[in-house]
């Protein structure tokens, strides 16, 4: 939520006289958005995003985010496209950063998902991962099971100021997802980050998906786990079974399961869940009580950790009774 | 530059029924507004603001903020317009925070102003000044000689933590600024803070006037002094009198100076100075390094004062040679 480089108007006409899309009629630094900065500008073409590539997105991975845009979009999923200028790069670079001209979408996003938007989600994200199937490049999965180990350890002993011995109960847990990963389910490009702020609605339809920064070529159903834990739980931490139920069957309607998956789920959602909290408690002991962003909290995932650790089957996701 | 408050798409959704602008179609915080939470929301009938009061501005002055806005537009300055829900209301409430929806305005605020620029804004500030005359409501400038005193003792000796010396030369011009103030001109509503970031253009005009929120009651020339700390000053301090003149002289081709507004000017002028000068150095002293506002640097304004105070006449801004 913040806006870490500033822009001038001089730079920004100069920018965006490269493109088909008229004069800029005005232009905010909008408070989205924790890895960029980010400007929604009014030109004559209409809304645009101008995204600015902050340190922690590396410039090399660029190419993929953006091309796997354009090429999502063309295969129909709703999503912003990168605007090439008039050499056709969509590429570019102000104020010393790597910078792109995105599209607008509308939509809002929702704070209190129901059963009805899990469900557009479900089919949204199969639709996603049946789009992206035909996307050339590839780029790995740098926060799967192989890194979990490291940022676990970056966070080490400190990881109990969380929580009272969360540090040997998270070292137990890598050890059985280390050694029980599926290794062999369908692969594909996925979101990997697919969170209600990621998914925008018009009423009761998806608008479009957003932030594909962290995309990457993984299980496909292991991005459906990140979903169930960012979507199927309500604020007191309770698992609500109608609403992932209600995103399984969208979604398994579109692209069924193979038996493997099926019988997986569980465990990846243990590792979805085991990914999110290790990037917050790292976070969470890494950010100063004023930063500009503020870290978000690690014990809702502990306890999301702990509910799929007690599901045996993915039955009692409410798929396949 | 920060969202200080959390608006859900419920509670917008909710908010903006009350009002003849149908759906909204997105919203987004922007990372603009010192003092208050903004969003800019796109409904079916266009672009918005929605701006949220956060603590520093007192509830009871907002009817005059909103009152004045809508004064200046009716009397054909461009500026944002407070919009009215379907009861006539122009203040609400959101999320626990006094709120207004404004009309947008397009317009990019201009880093580097050039002469041209500030001939501009000197007649768009005569224009506001002729407009605001016959507003009817009232509000006293709480930052006023006399309001300056308890700047400079919150401070106190911490003032020398910017400068050397610092406390004591602020010392003897406060003294000097409460004996000579002037304080019999024209009086009437001024903007108060009309710095480049407030001032929105579309080419070469300008398209509008923005954030009144210090807008009140006091000398006419005091804002006019406000602009020439603001806008005449070169990134090396060096002050640009082809810039004053440009300003000067098409303010005062609306509405000419009397004899004594000539003559105070560059005591108004150190006046100016200063309060920027008291705010900038309290915030200074008072802001932690990672708060999420950054404070501007005082000693920009310690060479302002300085060459104003080496000024002997208004013939040395330019104007009357």
Sequence with gaps: MAVYTEVSD?????????????????????????ENTNYLIHTEAGPHILTLYEKRVKEEDLPFFLGLMEHLSASGLACPVPVRDRE??????????PAAIITFL???????????????????????????QGFAMSRPNALSVGGWRPLYEASGKRTDEIADGLYDELG????????????????GVIHADLFP????????NIS???????????????????????????????????KARALLRSYTEMRPFSKEEFDVLPMLARGAAMRFLLTRVYDWLNTSAEALVRPKDPNEYVRK??????????REYGLGE
């Design 208 to 242: 479009g998906v957003i932030d594909f920064y962290f995309a990457c070529n993984d299980a496909l159903a292991y991005d459906i786990a990140i979903c169930l834990n960012a979507w199927c739980f309500e604020p007191d931490a309770a698992f609500n079974i109608t």
């Design 305 to 314: 950790l702990r509910f799929h650790r007690s599901v045996a089957s993915t």
């Design 10 to 34: 001089e730079e920004l006409s100069a920018f965006i006289a490269d493109y088909d899309l008229g004069n800029v009629l005005s232009f905010k630094g909008i408070a989205e958005g924790v």
């Design 106 to 132: 509308e939509g809002l996003w929702i704070r209190r998902p129901s059963a009805e938007h899990c469900a557009a989600l479900g089919a949204t994200l199969a639709k996603l991962h049946l789009s992206g």
């Design 172 to 187: 137990r847990e890598l050890k059985t997802l280390e050694a029980e990963w599926p290794r062999d389910l369908p692969q």
């Design 88 to 97: 056709g790069r969509m590429l570019r670079e102000i104020a010393g950063r």
């Design 197 to 204: 702020d990621n998914v925008f609605f018009l009423g009761r």
